[in-house]
């Protein structure tokens, strides 16, 4: 029996941000190659590289697994491997030079290597597997393993290689229709330990990550889909259901993060789901990601409520209709409104995602974002600046005016990577004014609670009502700073 060790190239303490932060989740894409691997008859084992700050570990694996086949098969449901992070590709090509020098055939599978799959051919990799790549994998394995004699290389679709020193790419594959044709992900390859330890030192609680879903079929044109696309697809609610069952089982969860770009777009699926975790008595709290036009919907968010939701981030971008509009984002600014009471009322956090530096975006612009968080006082909010991905129309937009560098070396790097109206330090401190004025506004909103209603104020509210005496002169500190920068 053939074997073949999984890996994938986030290493957190590469992201100091993230590795802060303290929210690790497993490479959930690994989990799912490897278990498809494992049903089609080979012997598969993990290097999990989270919590590693060495990419050089892989050598001890392999002596150890003594594999046929090296995979660095990246996550794909994570948007931090979407970014392309440079510490993290240049980690890839440690492990595939580690592994070639061993004798390993390697392959790679992710958002980065399907975008540059030339630079991975040039640095070890033997083959990289573009977009959705269970099924090419398993095909090429087969085929490099005698399996499979009657596909040749250029007839498995969705794999780029060298042969003969020329380039070959074959034609894209079509997505999966059928999820729940999938198995479980390989949950069992996992070490929870450290996942859980970092999760309960950090917040108190473990959460996991599940998928429901694959493809977004949205077009706002700054956002990249090399991996699942522009089609969408749902697992059945029975399935996701069977899954948390599983994992509460085996893993004791306490909370949830359901990782698909939009959970429950198709109709009565949230409902559905309910009902299904309803039935299995499971109880957990859960957070995920949708659109503003979807949360004006009372069904759906009743629906939210009623299996366990939490929290739900958002991508509002930017409070000018102008920016939205620009991103050929699809929402409005009366949605993210509505949206955001609708959620509150029914007890779920919304929280935002903030996209500042969009071409065309002015200062006004900026002001009406920032009045915007402000004033509706989201649970949380993220914030970045426009990132170009190949791929986007946003990125065909500015690639001429790309700078020096074209990927970000970490999660916190957020420098502006194309001209544009400010300079790149004008937004890393624009990051810094805007998480300080909202923490004062937050503040403020407690402070007239705790004066109007003393008796539902805990702790926690009166900390944040106190914490104004610090970001008040904090707040004006960084305006005055951010407006230094306007003039340069």
């Not at 090419?136 to 004699?149: C, K, N, Q, R």
């Not at 059945?236 to 893993?251: D, G, I, Y």
């Not at 109880?283 to 503003?292: E, G, N, V």
């Not at 009471?341 to 006004?364: A, C, M, N, R």
């Amino acid at each position: 029996m053939k074997k073949i060790l999984f890996t994938h190239s986030y290493f957190m303490p590469f992201d100091p941000k993230q590795w802060e932060t303290g929210q690790p989740y497993p490479p959930l894409g690994t989990l799912y190659a490897a278990a498809w691997m494992r049903v089609n008859g080979y012997e598969v084992s993990l290097f999990d590289t989270m919590f590693l700050n060495r990419p050089e570990k892989i050598e001890g694996a392999i002596r150890l697994f003594k594999p046929d086949y090296v995979v660095i098969y990246d996550d794909g449901f994570n948007y931090l491997t979407k970014m392309c992070l440079t510490n993290m590709r240049e980690a890839a090509f440690s492990m595939a030079g580690i592994a070639k020098k061993m004798n390993c055939t390697v392959i790679a599978a992710s958002s980065d290597a399907t975008d540059q799959f030339e630079k991975y051919l040039d640095n070890g990799i033997d083959f990289v597997l573009l977009g959705e790549a269970e099924h090419s994998l398993s095909e090429l394995i087969g085929h490099l393993s005698g399996d499979s004699t009657h596909l040749l290389p250029e007839n498995i679709m969705g794999i780029a290689y060298r042969q003969n020193g020329n380039l070959i790419k074959t034609s894209r594959r079509p997505v999966l229709n059928d999820l729940d044709q999938l198995p479980m992900p390989a949950w069992d390859l996992v070490d929870m330990r450290p996942y859980r330890d970092m999760w309960m030192r950090h917040h108190g609680y473990f959460s996991l990550n599940i998928g429901t879903t694959r493809g977004c079929p949205f077009k706002c044109n700054w956002c990249a889909k090399p991996i699942y696309g522009n089609r969408y697809h749902s697992r059945s609610p029975q399935k996701v259901v069977e899954e948390l069952v599983w994992l509460q089982q085996h893993t004791g969860f306490d909370h949830i993060w359901f990782c698909d770009d939009i959970f429950g777009l198709k109709p009565g699926w949230v409902k559905a789901f309910a009902e299904e975790v309803k039935k299995t008595g499971l109880h957990f709290r859960f957070k995920i990601q949708s659109r503003a036009d979807l949360l004006v919907q009372q069904q759906y968010v009743a629906a939210l409520e009623e299996a366990g939701c939490k929290n739900v981030w958002m991508g509002a971008e930017s409070g000018s209709q102008k920016i939205l509009d620009a991103m050929d984002k699809g929402i409005t600014i009366s949605q993210i409104e509505e949206a955001t009471q609708l959620l509150k009322q029914h007890h779920i956090q919304p929280s935002f995602f903030i996209q500042f530096g969009y071409p065309g975006e002015t200062k006004k612009d900026i002001h009406l974002t920032i009045d915007m968080i402000n004033r509706l006082l989201p649970h949380s909010i993220g914030i970045s600046v426009s990132y170009p991905l190949p791929g986007t129309v946003f990125y065909e937009r500015v690639k001429q005016d790309l700078q020096h560098k074209s990927n970000w070396t970490d999660s916190d790097d957020l420098h502006l990577l194309f001209r544009n109206t400010f300079r790149p330090e004008f937004y890393r401190q624009l990051h810094r004014h805007v998480h300080k004025t909202y923490r004062l506004h937050l503040g403020i909103a407690k402070l007239k609670q705790a004066i109007l209603h003393p008796l539902r104020t805990n702790a926690t509210d009166l900390r944040k009502a106190l914490s104004i005496f610090y970001y008040a002169p904090a707040a004006l500190f960084s305006g005055w700073k951010i407006k230094k920068w306007e003039m340069i």
